[in-house]
């Protein structure tokens, strides 16, 4: 543990995987910045582009977001080009969304930077770990922290 974290937050689940989260989103981020594009919102071209002009509520359900969240972090993406809303054809009050040719694009530019910081990530905490990592993580996501109710 570096000598400037503070006492008591390693005690806590939370602040630690905010602080690696922060670590490497900054990480990812400026691997990411030649595509122009944040991680987040390369992770989220991709998320489109394998969902098959997905419906918004599905891609906020996958990353775990409310959809005024998804709303915020699509509208740079459409403003650029590279994304596109449309009403869905069978129940015109769910919105899909796509890629555009650019976006597709952008992905694909974004992807192999993408890849490199995956190997980057790979070689200095080691391909095991990570693969551990991967697993817990998506252990937790998997979990239902509901809370009883209050007596």
Same mark, same amino acid.
């Given at each position: 543990m570096p000598k400037d974290?503070?006492?008591g937050l390693t005690a806590c689940?939370?602040?630690?995987?905010?602080r690696a989260t922060r670590k490497l989103g900054q990480f990812y981020d400026?691997?990411?910045a030649p595509s122009g594009l944040k991680a987040t919102q390369q992770g989220l071209l991709y998320q489109i582009h394998i969902g098959n002009e997905p419906a918004m509520g599905a891609i906020a359900a996958?990353?775990?977001?409310d959809l005024s969240a998804l709303g915020h972090t699509l509208k740079p993406l459409?403003?650029?080009?590279y994304v596109e809303t449309f009403a869905d054809p069978d129940d015109r009050r769910i919105k899909r969304v796509r890629l555009t040719r650019q976006g597709r694009?952008?992905? @694909?530019?974004?992807? &192999?930077?993408?890849?490199?910081?995956?190997?980057?990530f790979e @070689?200095?905490?080691? &391909?095991?770990?990570?693969?551990r990592l991967l697993a817990l993580l998506d252990d937790i996501s998997a979990l239902d922290f509901v809370l009883p109710p209050a007596a």
């Amino acid at each position: 543990m570096p000598k400037d974290t503070l006492p008591g937050l390693t005690a806590c689940n939370y602040a630690m995987l905010r602080r690696a989260t922060r670590k490497l989103g900054q990480f990812y981020d400026d691997v990411q910045a030649p595509s122009g594009l944040k991680a987040t919102q390369q992770g989220l071209l991709y998320q489109i582009h394998i969902g098959n002009e997905p419906a918004m509520g599905a891609i906020a359900a996958a990353l775990v977001m409310d959809l005024s969240a998804l709303g915020h972090t699509l509208k740079p993406l459409i403003r650029d080009g590279y994304v596109e809303t449309f009403a869905d054809p069978d129940d015109r009050r769910i919105k899909r969304v796509r890629l555009t040719r650019q976006g597709r694009i952008k992905l @694909d530019e974004a992807m &192999k930077l993408w890849q490199l910081a995956q190997q980057r990530f790979e @070689d200095v905490v080691g &391909k095991e770990k990570a693969e551990r990592l991967l697993a817990l993580l998506d252990d937790i996501s998997a979990l239902d922290f509901v809370l009883p109710p209050a007596a």
